[in-house]
T-cell receptor
Framework: DTEVTQTPKHLVMGMTNKKSLKCEQH?????MYWYKQKAKKPPELMFV???????INESVPSRFSPECPNSSLLNLHLHALQPEDSALYLC??????????????FGAGTRLSVL | AQSVTQLGSHVSVSEGALVLLRCNYS??????LFWYVQYPNQGLQLLLK??????LVKGINGFEAEFKKSETSFHLTKPSAHMSDAAEYFC????????????FGQGTTLQVKP
């Protein structure tokens, strides 16, 4: 089983709202990732968690706040977003971030619209 | 710097014809390479991976890819296209430094005509 589950599938929020995206995997993977994807573009890496510690932040604005409560769960907290933040947000996981174990499996994504 | 180039942002084939999607990479270390497929409004699905074992890699849905070090290529092929193959395809390489980062190509849209 290579399933990564993301909720919700769709989210509409105003610029003053606070919301959270959730990602879960039960494959025993110790690396988890958040990506942002705009239409007709490849995914852009936002954050990497390795063994529950934040290892990479790709200069993401502070209105995006990641959290990794345990090895199976990854959250992305959203606050005061801008319309240009509307995109597909993808979560992925891999056994390990290093070498041949960095085979990433993606969730179906959350389609976010910021009004 | 590492990079991935997918030649052809849009490829159109007839149903039953050969599918060839091109991917070239640059890397100063032995690469780990991946092909992903994305159907509309869905996430990325792993098609196949090269992690320094056999150079000809077989994946799901009848796809395969051949790693050619001398040509720095990892082209994706399928002998006979099916309508259900119409999707966006991304080639990716693991970034140097064991950070977990993947470097993606810009993607190729595959259209399959009846």
């Amino acid at each position: 089983d290579t399933e990564v589950t993301q909720t919700p599938k769709h989210l509409v929020m105003g610029m003053t709202n606070k919301k959270s995206l959730k990602c879960e995997q039960h494959m025993g993977h110790r690396a988890m990732y958040w990506y942002k994807q705009k239409a007709k573009k490849p995914p852009e890496l936002m954050f990497v968690y390795s063994y529950e510690k934040l290892s990479i932040n790709e200069s993401v604005p502070s209105r995006f706040s990641p959290e990794c409560p345990n090895s199976s769960l990854l959250n992305l907290h959203l606050h005061a977003l801008q319309p240009e933040d509307s995109a597909l947000y993808l979560c992925a996981s891999s056994q390990d971030p290093r070498g041949p174990k960095n085979i990433q499996y993606f969730g179906a994504g959350t389609r976010l619209s910021v009004l | 710097a590492q990079s991935v180039t997918q030649l052809g942002s849009h490829v159109s084939v007839s149903e039953g014809a050969l599918v060839l999607l091109r991917c070239n990479y640059s890397s100063s270390v032995p690469p780990y390479l991946f092909w992903y497929v994305q159907y509309p409004n869905q996430g990325l699905q792993l098609l196949l991976k090269y992690t320094s074992a056999a150079t000809l890699v077989k994946g799901i849905n009848g796809f395969e890819a051949e790693f050619k070090k001398s040509e720095t290529s990892f082209h994706l092929t399928k002998p006979s296209a099916h309508m259900s193959d119409a999707a966006e395809y991304f080639c990716a390489v693991s970034a140097e430094g064991n950070t977990g980062k993947l470097i993606f190509g810009q993607g190729t849209t595959l259209q399959v005509k009846p």
